[in-house]
Nanobody, 119 residues
Framework: QVQLVESGGGLVQAGGSLRLSCAASGSIFSISSMAWYRQAPGKQRELVATISNGDSTNYEDSVKGRFTISRDVKNTVYLQMNSLKSEDTAVYYC??????????????WGQGTQVTVSS
């Protein structure tokens, strides 16, 4: 089994910054990719940013230039969020595509962390 534990959410004023972290642990052979999604009230969950095992990154258009996704060798992914806007308010979810020791791929989600940006 694999666990994703998120931290770093909170309340911040518009224009401020937050850094989210997500640590993956458990029966992990390797991690293929990690990502951050978010879901605002009344809206569908949307992809915010992804990072591959080769550190290739992609961003949703509205966060380009403001958010940065990164990962370390200990299977932790980060999301540095700068110049936050009220429309960034959402629950942020970590996602990991994990290669198990059985050589199968599995998709895991974190529990979510609330980010609230006050205007």
């Amino acid at each position: 089994q694999v666990q994703l534990v998120e931290s770093g959410g909170g309340l911040v004023q518009a224009g401020g910054s937050l850094r989210l972290s997500c640590a993956a642990s458990g029966s992990i052979f390797s991690i293929s990719s990690m990502a951050w999604y978010r879901q605002a009230p009344g809206k569908q969950r949307e992809l915010v940013a992804t990072i591959s095992n080769g550190d290739s990154t992609n961003y949703e258009d509205s966060v380009k230039g403001r958010f940065t996704i990164s990962r370390d060798v200990k299977n932790t992914v980060y999301l540095q969020m700068n110049s936050l806007k009220s429309e960034d308010t959402a629950v942020y979810y970590c996602n990991a595509v994990v290669r198990m020791y059985t050589n199968t791929l599995a998709n895991y989600w974190g529990q979510g962390t609330q980010v609230t940006v006050s205007s």
